[in-house]
């Protein structure tokens, strides 16, 4: 699936996201600045959470409730490798069944083992976001 959209589309884009994807672990590619954060604090609110999103940059998780479950969001940038990762518990939150959505998951490409849906996200020459969401299966 591929979308051009423009900042002021994201509620869309985020009920199409959340429509189409065929997990609960959404990866978030894209370079600085192209609207991860914001269209995954669309994705938050649209799920049900009335908590207050905010980028997890420093914090590098955030976990947001719902009526029933949780819904953990990694911002992976300021890790430096794999230690990083597995010294805040990274195993233990991809092994959940909760909803995942990680930024810079290339940070942790070698250790995601489970199906996810991929969403990439670039902007064109007039600010427009492109975003295209894939269904990743992966085997162990």
Known sequence: MEI?????????????LIEHAKTKTL??????GVGKTTLIKT?????????????????IINEYKLKDEKIYHFDLYRINNLEDAYNFGIDDYLDSEYWKLIEWPEKIDSILYDDFDRIEIKLDTVNNRILSLNKIETTQ
């Open 43 to 59: 994705i938050v609110r649209i799920l049900g959470s009335d908590d207050d999103v905010n980028s997890p940059t420093f914090s």
């Open 4 to 16: 051009c959209y423009g900042i002021n589309e994201v509620e869309q884009v985020a009920k199409q």
């Open 27 to 32: 990866l978030f590619y894209g370079g600085m």
